[in-house]
Nanobody, 128 residues
Framework: QVQLVASGGGLVQAGGSLRLSCAAS????????MGWFRQAPGKEREFVAA????????????YYVESVKGRFTISRDDARNSVYLQMNSLKPEDTAVYYC?????????????????WGQGTQVTVSS
């Protein structure tokens, strides 16, 4: 059974930092594209960042939504079956529930419909 467990959310002041973690089990982690999405109240789920990977691509690439470029960094540790999202210079508009997700595909990394497994979400609240 595949499980993705996200953690690291919390309340932070604008300009602060948080590091989200997502621990995966029950899948061949190194072969999956890992993504982070977020959903604010009343809004649709939004792509944040992805680290692409599949069975044939060992290195992969990272991608970000424009609004977080230069502030957020996605990374992964295949030995720990984990993906991380370092979030710096946080803004109130970053407030949302953040979800990690895993996809067998490297295309469609920004499309939540391309992901096969989802974590439970972790709340990030940025106060002004």
């Amino acid at each position: 059974q595949v499980q993705l467990v996200a953690s690291g959310g919390g309340l932070v002041q604008a300009g602060g930092s948080l590091r989200l973690s997502c621990a995966a089990s029950g899948l061949t982690f190194s072969s999956y594209t890992m993504g982070w999405f977020r959903q604010a109240p009343g809004k649709e789920r939004e792509f944040v960042a992805a680290f692409t990977r599949n069975t044939f691509i060992r290195n992969g690439n990272t991608y970000y939504v424009e609004s977080v470029k230069g502030r957020f960094t996605i990374s992964r540790d295949d030995a720990r079956n984990s993906v991380y999202l370092q979030m710096n210079s946080l803004k109130p508009e970053d407030t949302a529930v953040y979800y990690c997700a895993a996809s067998r595909s490297i295309s469609g990394y920004s499309d939540y419909g391309s992901y096969d497994y989802w974590g439970q979400g972790t709340q990030v609240t940025v106060s002004s």
